[in-house]
């Protein structure tokens, strides 16, 4: 069975910093895309960054510059460091694992961590 397990989230005022952690366990033979997505209450989730297994980088506008995104391939780990944060990042942040093959020959999958929250106070 595979999981993905997210740490990091937390309050910080507006302007510091936080690091996400994410990392898939189980039997996994491959990931084609690893990253963040977040929610804030009443709006839609939204991607936030995505890195692919050859190493392109994609970000949400409104946190280019500020966020960075790192993927480990070989084990399975996606990290994403927030600087500059805004109170409007407040979001409950998701890991995902986009086109996750348990074996060769398998169908990828989409798989959703559980969250963390980030809060961030003005």
């Known amino acids: 069975q595979v999981q993905l397990v997210e740490s990091g989230g937390g309050l910080v005022q507006a302007g510091g910093s936080l690091r996400l952690s994410c990392a898939a366990s189980g039997s996994i033979f491959s990931i084609n895309a690893m990253g963040w997505y977040r929610q804030a209450p009443g709006k839609q989730r939204e991607l936030v960054a995505t890195?692919?297994?050859?190493?392109?980088?994609n970000y949400a506008d409104s946190v280019k510059g500020r966020f960075t995104i790192s993927r480990d391939n070989a084990k399975h780990t996606v990290s994403l460091q927030m600087n500059s944060l805004k109170p409007e990042d407040t979001a409950v942040y998701y890991c995902?694992?986009?086109?996750?093959?348990?074996?060769?020959?398998?169908?990828?999958?989409?798989?959703w961590g559980q969250g963390t929250q980030v809060t961030v106070s003005s």
């Open positions: 890195e692919t297994s050859g190493g392109n980088t």
């Open positions: 995902n694992a986009d086109g996750l093959r348990q074996t060769w020959f398998a169908r990828g999958l989409d798989y």
